[in-house]
C-alpha cells in the first residue's frame, strides 16, 4: 500500500508538472489577474486579523475558478499575492507578511509545529487538521492533501466508477465569515470594489474545499467525481475547541443575562457565537458580533477598531469516511422446510426452528459484495410451519457498503450459491439488481395482493362429490375472522372482514376424509383458522360451510400474486 | 455542525417502469424454454404437495387438542359444576363447560345463555388494542354467564384469574353450541392471565387424566 500511494504520489506530481507547464500560463495569470484587483488595504486588513489567503479571496468575490486551480499552493498564493501588492504600488508594507511567516520568525521557542491557523476556517482551507490519532497534519497544496484521501480510499478496496464528495465543517466557520462579512460591509460598503453581494452569497469554504480537491481526486483515482454517484468519500471536520467552550459556558450565560435584560431583541444565538472576542474585552465583542449576527442594530456598532477574531490553537479534527449506497438485490424465495423461519428468531435465548431465510439468503450473498452488512426485507411473511413453494417470495436484500459492484456474474453466483447448499432448506430465483425503490414497489404490491395455499386438509366424515361443488362454486366469499387466539396475546382484538376468491378440492387417492384444499384468499386472511373455524371465531369456515368438522395437517403457499420480482 | 447531504431514495435513477420492464423482458426472452421451465416446476410442486397416504394418520388430532393444555375445574364452587380452562402455549385461557356439567344431565340440556350478571353485562365490554384497553381483572371466583336450563340455571366462573378478552356472544343466539360442540364453538369465554396468577390457579386444577378418573369416563 505504501508503494501504490509513492507511485501515486510521483505519477500525480508529474502530472501537475506536466499540467503546470501547459497550463501554468492561464493559472498563474488568473492569479495575477485576481490579486491584480484587490483592494489592498482590505487585504492587509484581513491577513493582519488572521484570515488565510483562501477565506480572503471568497470574502472580496473572486472567481470560483481560482480555487480549482491545481498548482495553487498555499506558499505560492501568499507570494503571488505580495507580489500583487507591490505591483500596486504603495500599499505594500511589512504587515502584510506577518500573519503567514511571522509565528515561525519572532518566537524561536514555537517552531513550524504550531500553525497560523485561519481565524474563519479554523485552518481547513489551509489543509490543516487533526488526524484520528490527534496527529497534526498539514498540506501546503490540494495536491498533497488529495493523496491522503485517496491513500484512505484505495485502502478500503471499493470498486468504484465514480465518486461524490461530501463535506461537513463546524457551524463555527459559518458564524465567523459572517460576523468578518458583516465587519467589512460596515467599514468598505461605500467603496467601489465592495462585492455586490449578500453574505449568504459568497462561496462557502465548504464549496472552495471541494473545488479545491476534487480535480487532484479525479487523477488519483482516476475516476470522476458526480453528484449522483453512490460512492461517497465523507470528509467530517469537528471543531476541536468545542470542548474548551463548554467550560467557558458558564462565563458565557453571564453575559448572556445581561446582554437579555439589555435588549429583548437579541435572546437568540449571540451566546454561541465565540468568534468576537480574546478574553480581556469578551463582553464588548460578544455583544458585537451577537449583533451582527442578528443583522439587527448595524447603525450601533461599537467602534470599528474592537473587532477581533479570536485566535485558533487547535484545527479541527478530520475523519474521513467512504460509504456506498445500499445495493439491493430483488429476487423471490422457496422455503422447503418446516422448521425455518423467515427471520431470525430467537426467544430467551432459544433459536426457533433450525435456520432462517434472512440469514441463508444473507451469509451466503453479503460475502459476494465484500459488504459491511446486509438486511432483509419479504413481502409478507409465512409461519415457520408452512412452506413457500410455486412462484416463490419476494424479497429485497440491501447489501450496506458493498465493495464489490453487482455484475451478471455475481448474480448468476448468487442464486448458484444459494441453491446448491447441501441442506436445500431455501433456494432463490429471478435474482435481479434493483433500484432502492425496489423496496417501495414491494410495499406497494404487499397490502392488495392475493395469496394462494394448498392446504392438506381432513374432515370428520367421508368426502363427496357435492362437497367439491360446494367449495368451488364459491367465488370471492367474504368472512368474518376475529384475531385468532393463537396470536391473540399479542394483536388487538378485532373482527376482520376477508375475501376467499375461490376454492378447488382435489382428492388424495387411497382416502376418503383427506384431500388438498387449494384456495386463493386477500393477503391477511389467516388460512389455517379459515379452515378448522378457530373455535367459531372465523365464519364461515371450511368445517361450517361442509357442515362437519375440518382440521388442517399442512399448509403450503403456492403463489404470492406481486408485480415485482 | 452542517447538515451532510443525504440522498433523496426516491431520486434513484432508476424508475419503476424500468424495472418491471428489465424483468419481464429477460423471463419472456426464450418463450419455449420458458414454458418448458414451468411445466417442470409444476411437476416438482405437485410432488411436494401430494402427500403419501400411508404416512397420514386415520384420525388426526384436531386443533383443539394440538393447541391447547386441557385443564379442569371439577365441583367449582359447587358440587356438579366442572368446568375446563383450556390453556394455550401463549398462556391465553378458554373457559368452558366440561361434558360432566350438571347442566348437561337437565332435560333437553342449556337452552339460555345470560352474560348480564355481576355489575356488568360481560358481553357488552369491548376489549381494544395491543394492550387490551378495557379489560375486566376478574378473580377465579366471578362469575361469567348464567346457563339456564328448562327448570334452573348455574353460574359458570372464570376458574383463573385474569383480564377477560372476550366472552362467546354466538351462545347467545345459539345457546344450543353448548349441547353440540361445548369444547368448541361452545366455549364460555377466553381469559389471559398473569404468568404467577396461572402458576396459582393451575395448582387448583387436575389434568385431562385424573380428570377422567374421577369422574369414571372410561
Ligand atoms: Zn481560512
Known amino acids: 500500500m505504501e508503494n501504490e500511494t509513492e507511485a501515486a504520489a510521483q505519477v500525480i506530481n508529474g502530472q501537475v508538472e506536466a499540467h503546470v507547464i501547459s497550463a501554468a500560463e492561464d493559472e498563474s495569470k488568473l492569479v495575477r489577474d485576481a490579486v491584480r484587483k484587490l483592494p489592498s488595504h482590505a487585504v492587509k486588513e484581513l491577513l493582519s486579523m488572521g484570515v488565510c489567503i483562501r477565506c480572503i479571496f471568497r470574502l472580496i468575490g473572486v472567481s470560483e475558478c481560482i480555487y480549482s486551480c491545481t498548482s495553487l499552493s498555499t506558499s505560492a498564493l501568499s507570494t503571488a499575492l505580495e507580489k500583487g501588492m507591490c505591483l500596486e504600488g504603495d500599499m505594500m508594507d511589512n504587515g502584510l507578511r506577518i500573519q503567514e511567516d511571522s509565528n515561525s520568525q519572532h518566537s524561536s521557542e514555537e517552531p513550524e509545529l504550531e500553525p497560523n491557523l485561519c481565524r474563519i476556517c479554523l485552518g481547513i482551507l489551509q489543509f490543516t487538521y487533526h488526524d484520528g490519532k490527534e496527529m497534526l497534519m498539514k498540506s501546503d497544496c490540494a495536491n498533497e492533501f488529495a493523496l491522503l484521501i485517496a491513500k484512505v480510499v484505495k485502502q478500503e478496496g471499493h470498486q468504484i466508477d465514480s465518486f461524490s464528495l461530501e463535506v461537513s465543517i463546524p457551524s463555527r466557520v459559518m458564524e465567523n465569515e459572517q460576523a468578518v462579512w458583516l465587519y467589512m460591509k460596515r467599514k468598505y460598503n461605500s467603496e467601489l470594489w465592495f462585492p455586490e453581494q449578500l453574505h449568504s452569497e459568497f462561496i462557502s469554504a465548504k464549496d472552495v474545499l471541494k473545488l479545491s480537491i476534487t480535480n487532484p481526486l479525479e487523477t488519483l483515482l482516476d475516476i470522476k467525481s458526480s453528484l449522483s454517484s453512490a460512492f461517497r468519500i465523507r470528509l467530517t471536520y469537528t471543531d476541536s475547541a468545542v470542548k474548551i467552550k463548554v467550560q467557558k459556558s458558564t462565563e458565557m450565560k453571564e453575559c448572556n443575562k445581561r446582554r437579555k435584560t439589555g435588549a429583548d431583541d437579541m435572546d437568540t444565538i449571540g451566546g454561541c457565537v465565540a468568534a468576537g472576542t480574546d478574553h480581556s474585552n469578551s463582553c464588548t465583542g460578544e455583544e458585537y458580533v451577537g449583533r451582527s449576527c442578528n443583522g439587527l442594530h448595524n447603525h450601533d456598532f461599537p467602534d470599528l477598531s474592537q473587532f477581533q477574531l479570536e485566535k485558533v490553537s487547535e484545527p479541527c479534527r478530520l475523519t474521513f469516511l467512504c460509504h456506498r449506497n445500499p445495493v439491493y438485490i430483488g429476487g423471490r424465495y422457496l422455503k422447503y422446510s418446516r422448521n425455518v423461519s423467515q427471520t431470525r428468531w430467537i426467544i430467551d435465548d432459544e433459536r426457533m426452528g433450525e435456520a432462517s431465510v434472512e440469514e441463508i439468503i444473507g451469509s451466503n450473498i453479503l460475502p459476494i459484495f465484500h459488504g459491511d452488512n446486509y438486511k432483509f426485507h419479504a413481502a409478507g411473511r409465512e409461519d415457520i410451519d408452512v412452506r413457500m413453494l410455486g412462484s416463490g417470495r419476494p424479497f429485497l436484500l440491501e447489501i450496506q457498503n458493498a465493495r464489490h459492484v453487482p455484475s451478471e456474474v455475481s448474480i448468476k453466483e448468487m442464486e448458484r450459491k444459494v441453491n446448491n447448499l447441501e441442506n436445500k432448506l431455501v433456494k432463490v430465483k429471478n435474482v435481479k439488481v434493483v433500484g432502492s425503490q425496489g423496496w417501495n414497489l414491494m410495499r406497494e404490491g404487499e397490502a392488495e395482493k392475493q395469496k394462494q395455499y394448498a392446504a392438506l386438509v381432513w374432515i370428520s366424515r367421508p368426502l363427496e362429490d357435492d362437497d367439491l361443488k360446494t367449495l368451488s362454486s364459491l367465488e370471492d366469499m367474504p368472512i368474518l375472522q376475529k384475531t385468532p387466539i393463537r396470536v391473540l396475546h399479542r394483536r388487538s382484538p378485532l373482527e376482520r372482514e376477508k375475501i376467499i376468491h375461490w376454492m378447488r378440492i382435489e382428492r388424495i387417492a387411497g382416502s376418503s376424509q383427506y384431500c388438498l384444499l387449494h384456495l386463493c384468499t386477500q393477503a391477511g386472511t389467516y388460512v389455517k383458522e379459515f379452515v378448522h373455524g378457530d373455535l367459531g371465531r372465523t365464519h364461515p369456515s371450511v368445517g361450517s360451510l361442509l357442515g362437519c368438522r375440518a382440521e388442517i395437517l399442512q399448509l403450503d403457499v403456492t403463489d404470492v400474486k406481486m408485480d415485482c420480482f | ?218
Open chain 2, 1 to 218: 455542525m452542517e447538515e451532510q447531504k443525504v440522498q433523496d431514495p426516491n431520486n434513484d435513477p432508476q424508475s419503476k417502469d424500468e424495472i418491471l420492464n428489465t424483468i419481464s423482458s429477460s423471463s419472456s426472452s426464450n418463450s419455449t424454454q420458458q414454458q418448458q421451465k414451468e411445466l417442470v416446476e409444476e411437476e416438482e410442486l405437485k410432488r411436494l404437495l401430494v402427500p403419501d397416504v400411508r404416512d397420514l394418520p386415520l384420525t388426526p388430532s384436531s386443533a383443539v387438542e394440538t393447541n391447547f393444555v386441557p385443564y379442569f375445574a371439577p365441583d367449582f364452587i359447587k358440587t356438579g359444576h366442572d368446568q375446563y380452562v383450556y390453556r394455550h402455549a401463549n398462556g391465553l385461557c378458554v373457559i368452558g363447560l366440561a361434558p360432566t356439567h350438571l347442566a348437561f344431565k337437565d332435560d333437553g340440556g342449556v337452552t339460555a345463555v345470560d352474560f348480564n350478571v355481576g355489575k356488568s353485562d360481560r358481553s357488552g365490554i369491548k376489549v381494544t388494542g395491543k394492550r387490551k384497553k378495557n379489560a375486566q381483572h376478574f378473580a377465579s371466583n366471578t362469575a361469567l354467564c348464567k346457563v339456564c336450563t328448562k327448570d334452573t340455571s348455574y353460574i359458570v366462573r372464570c376458574c383463573v384469574k385474569g383480564s377477560l378478552l372476550e366472552v362467546n356472544d354466538m351462545l347467545i343466539t345459539q345457546p344450543g353450541l353448548l349441547n353440540s360442540a361445548a369444547d368448541r364453538e361452545g366455549y364460555i369465554a377466553i381469559i389471559m392471565p398473569k404468568p404467577d396468577d396461572w402458576l396459582k390457579a393451575k395448582s387448583l386444577l387436575v389434568g385431562a387424566d385424573e380428570y377422567k378418573k374421577l369422574r369414571e369416563l372410561f
